[in-house]
């Protein structure tokens, strides 16, 4: 079993900057893909940013040039570096995590979410 924690959200004024980070931790095999989705509320949740375990990243067209994914391996941590807030990126923000075992059975983790919030 695999914990994550979440933290580094908070209240924000538009034109501001948040950096978010996810720590896994418990069982570990081998983590894979890390990403963040997002849902605001009344609607679904919807993919941010995941980056791969060889680095290799993709960005919902929205966050283009604001967002920032990386990660840390040794720390089993992923980061999101958001800048140029908007008002629209108001949102709880959720860390997925996908652990692959020596079988190469894949486990999908989900963080409790952190909420962002962009107001002035």
């Known amino acids: 079993q695999v914990q994550l924690a979440e933290s580094g959200g908070g209240l924000v004024q538009p034109g501001g900057a948040l950096r978010l980070s996810c720590a896994a931790s418990?069982?570990?095999?081998?983590?894979?893909?890390m990403g963040w989705y997002r849902q605001a509320p009344g609607k679904q949740r919807e993919l941010v940013a995941v980056i791969t375990s060889d680095d290799r990243t993709n960005y919902a067209d929205y966050v283009k040039g604001r967002f920032t994914i990386s990660r840390d391996n040794a720390r089993s941590t992923v980061y999101l570096q958001m800048n140029n807030l908007k008002t629209e990126d108001t949102a709880v923000y959720y860390c997925?995590?996908?652990?692959?075992?020596?079988?190469?059975?894949?486990?999908?983790?989900w963080g409790r979410g952190t909420q962002v919030t962009v107001s002035s």
């Open positions: 997925k995590v996908v652990d692959v075992t020596w079988a190469r059975v894949e486990y999908t983790y």
């Open positions: 418990g069982s570990i095999f081998s983590i894979n893909t």
